[in-house]
């Protein structure tokens, strides 16, 4: 008899646990939210060397440090254990109870304990549906992969952010160069009309005119330098940062992403954080409502133990139980219709969710192409065909056989289409960066310009 009680005792103890599977996810998202707490911060870029000049800063070590020191990652990390915690909380059994009796006691000395008729003692245990405790440490577990695939999101946003920052940094730097380089190609030609006015010719106009170009050329420098200095206090904000100063950017060719539309996609789905978040939920959801089924459709039993002594009698021990009756009434049912409900949502989240990226993807894909084309037509077409022009007349104006009016607007359309081209890079980069966010993963990257090109 006594066997029989203690096996029926275990089926229930069983029926009330989670999971193996249940008890690896949780554990797995523990483990997974574990390892961005304690990812290691790396210094970005070097210390200035003895001569106080800082190393050239990377793209990707900007990035790694970003992330690395990124407090928004730490908190989703937080929050997917905080999910774990509740989830084994969930997957519980409820606390047991312990009870006292004392019967019979004389209403003029209720404390008369020792006066009592009979003495009970009795630990009572409550067991949930079977599947009912599974299902709802199962949602939990997965709510805490939905955070970390939310997690991986934002880290994509935060390495946009960063690569975007590196771009525009390496932009002002680009632009300060050109604008330096058209300074000095306007002071060799302040030289060039000093030659002539010692000779003879004609070049007070010419000194004058230069003068204004040398001066717009000037203030066009004070902008890039500014420039410099917003992008780098941007980039030291993200790297939390209060103070110090980053090295010149290092020069890349321009690059591009070749995979298709299609490719991408396939990329996103396998990738994609907010889509696998979007996925994580609706298993959630589906979970929830297993359990709902589970609590409207199978009874919860309750089991006790006690040790009764009469004073006047032999001790004994007392066996209680009870079990509840979802078929008569509750709310079993309506929870089951909560939890349908609940479930098309988090379907209709996550077909918008795929919608979203796929639209994306799309139109950035369609922008790098056109990028891609217009930098190969000012690197190969253009840009070759003016700086032909300039050298041309740079010559011809030495002899005194072309105005200098026609030299500025064409030095100027140089440096303008150069500035362009920078510009046309920049873009490139943070198209990039934008189309990597959207997939969720780093993505193969090619040169823009054949091998051999400027």
Known sequence: MLARIISVFLGLLLAGCISGKTGELLDRSYEN??????????????TPDASGTAAPTSEAAIVAEVVAKSPILATLAHRARAL???????????????????????????????????????LKQRFPAAGSLDGRARALAEEAQAVLFELETEERIV???????????????????????????????GEVIAARFSTGGSGLIDSTRLGVEVSRTERALARARGDIARAE???????RRTEGELGEPEEAAPETVRLTVPELLAHAEARQGALSSAEA????AEARRAAAVAEARVPEFMAGLGYWQDPTMRPGFGLTSSMSLPWLWGPGRQRVLQRDEEKAAEQAVRDGVWLTAHAEISETHASL?????????ITQKTLPALRRSLDALSATFATGNAPLLEWIDVARSVLDLEL??????????????????????????????PEGAP
């Open 281 to 284: 939920r609706l298993r959630a």
């Open 233 to 239: 206090a941007s980039l030291l904000s993200l790297l």
């Open 369 to 377: 192409r056109a990028l891609e084309a217009e930098v190969l037509v």
């Open 84 to 122: 774990v915690h509740e989830g084994r909380a969930e997957g519980s059994l409820p606390n047991a109870e312990l009870g006292f009796e004392a019967w019979n006691l004389p209403i003029e000395r209720p404390y008369a304990l020792d006066e009592a008729d009979m003495y009970m003692v009795e």
């Open 420 to 449: 362009e081209l920078v510009m046309l890079r920049g873009d490139l980069a943070r198209g990039i960066a934008n189309l990597e966010r959207a997939v969720g993963a780093a993505l193969p990257r090619s040169p823009v310009l």
């Open 33 to 46: 939210a574990g390892t961005r707490l304690v990812l290691e911060r790396r210094p970005a870029s070097p």
């Open 159 to 189: 390495r946009q952010a960063a690569a975007e920052a590196y771009a525009n940094y390496v932009q002002a730097h680009a632009a300060r160069r050109l604008e330096e380089r058209q300074l000095e190609l306007l002071r060799r030609m």
